[in-house]
């Protein structure tokens, strides 16, 4: 498969993250829902650090987590530069490139999304707003959407540790992007032996 191919794949993704992301932005206030289905709702929320929520405690917590971002960017991209020059197999280099565009578009939002946003609390955010925007440079929110309630109700007591709480299934809210990471990740484990085939032995 050509880095040409891979390129459009990466395109593609980043047009379709970064277009649903600005129209959230723009048209939901934090917290607002729309309701699509019983069991999918738009829901938007930021996500101030690493998946599930999880954050780096510390004044530089998220400027270190948006600098590891971009190196880990650089590794991405050469691993992908890499498989395309050693001609590796498709499903390999479509995985790598689901997962670049992925970890690019969180990335820009991280970068880029303090500075030409205000903020969402109890309002609609204003793109480019004349008093400038919400955080600095590599310190802005990630903006996720999509939300997946396929059960809620109360565990059966003999559940362990969790017997008799309400649970929701599935509750993290994320985006395209994580969409792309978690797509790349699940090809490469579920097609191991093509994405990483065993040289035979001459």
Request: glycine share 8%.
């Amino acid at each position: 498969m050509s880095l040409k191919k891979a390129t459009l794949i990466i395109i593609l993704i980043l047009i379709i993250d970064q277009v649903s992301k600005i129209y959230i932005k723009t048209n939901f206030a934090l917290g607002e829902d729309f309701k699509v289905f019983d069991w999918f709702s738009i829901y938007f929320v930021e996500n101030e650090g690493m998946a599930w929520g999880a954050k780096i405690p510390g004044k530089y917590g998220k400027l270190f987590l948006t600098l590891f971002r971009l190196v880990a960017i650089v590794g991405i991209g050469y691993w992908l530069w890499d498989s395309v020059r050693k001609n590796a197999s498709r499903i390999l280099i479509v995985s790598i490139a689901l997962i670049f565009s992925g970890a690019m578009g969180n990335l820009i939002d991280s970068i880029f999304y303090g500075l030409i946003f205000d903020d969402s609390y109890r309002q609609v955010a204003t793109m480019f707003p004349d008093a400038g925007g919400y955080a600095t440079l590599f310190h802005g929110k990630v903006v996720d959407m999509l939300y997946f309630p396929l059960w809620k109700g109360y565990l059966p007591e003999w559940v362990p540790f969790k017997g008799g709480d309400y649970f929701t299934f599935f509750e993290p809210v994320f985006n395209v992007a994580d969409t792309a990471i978690s797509s790349g990740v699940g090809l490469l484990l579920a097609f191991n032996k093509k994405a990483f085939p065993k040289k035979e032995e001459e």
